[in-house]
Each structure stands twice: as C-alpha cells, then as structure tokens.
C-alpha cells in the first residue's frame, strides 16, 4: 500500500481513496492491485507477465500500451548508481511511466505545476502511472530493490528529458516503511543517498 506524502504542507495520506483523489489531480493513476494468489515475487517475468494478464490487458485498452516487460533492480546490478542517478533528477517523458510494483519499494516525487511537491512511496501491490510530461524524479529505498511491471508504447519515449531544476535537492528521498501504516512505531528509512 503507498503513502503520499507533502512535505511543504507536512502532511502524510495512508488511505487508498484519499491518496488515489491527490494522485488524479495531476492525471496519475493509482491502483492497488490483489497479489493474493498470484504467483510470486521471484517468479520468472514469463509468469509474472502471465499471473497479471488480466490487468495488463485492461491498462493496455485504457492507455494504448503495446509491450510490457519486469524490471529487476537489486543492489548487485552492475551500474547500479549511474542507473539511479538517471532518474533522480527532474525530468520528463514523452510517454506514460507506468509501474506495478512485484516487488521492493521506490519513491515518486511528483512536481505539479499549481500545487507542492509530493512523494508517492509504491512497494507490492502498487500500480503508477506517471502521465506524459509530468515533472518528477524517482529513488529507491534502503534496500535498493525494486521488481516491476513496465507498460510502453514506445520504449525510447521513456527516455528521461531533463528540465535542469535542482530542485529534487531540496527534498528528502524518505521511505517511510510498511511499519508507518502499522501504526505506532516506526522508523523511517533513507532512499539511496547521490553524490
Ligand atoms: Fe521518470
């Protein structure tokens, strides 16, 4: 489940109706959908591909995508930190940036043009559209993993077009962790920290 955060307004949402009503105002989708029963995290990205066809399909129909492929990121991907370093800054694309978490964590901060910035933390369960266009950047969490479905119409239209701001400096990359929609105690995690 994600939490959304705006740190300008020191506020936290948890609620999925409350954070999908946020999302939509900058022409994001947010959905989450049931892993129960599905093959798992680990499984190969044939069966991935295959246990969530039927949601595929359905954001297929609604937002013209034509391939879908997983991602893996772990901490022993070569390049690792020059990945990351291509993302986490404010950019743009020319085509939707859509994501169904399978596995790990990783946050959006989200630049509207009339509203404060926010960040949006995805992990399991979590699908992400991030609309053509938008100005946002992405991190990891701690643990530096993320598995996830990607739907394209074009790969090279997802190819980060940068608007030069520094702005993503002026923000924390916090994880706030699942322990946070647990209540009581929490800890919060740092994002991966760039040079
Ligand atoms: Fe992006």
Redesign the pocket.
Known sequence: MAILRIPDEDRVLTEVEVIRDHLAKSGIWYENWPVEGRCGPDASADEILASYAPEIQELNARGGYITADVIDVTPEVPGLQAMLDR?NKE?T?AED?VRFIVKGSGVFHIHPDDAPVYAIEVREGDLIN?PAGTK???DLCADRCIRAIRLFREKAGWT?VYTESTIASGYQPLCMGPSYLRGNTFRIQPAITVA
Do not use: K, N, S
Request: net charge negative; no cysteine; proline share 11%.
């Open positions: 993302f950019h694309h940036e991030v946002h950047w992405f980060p």
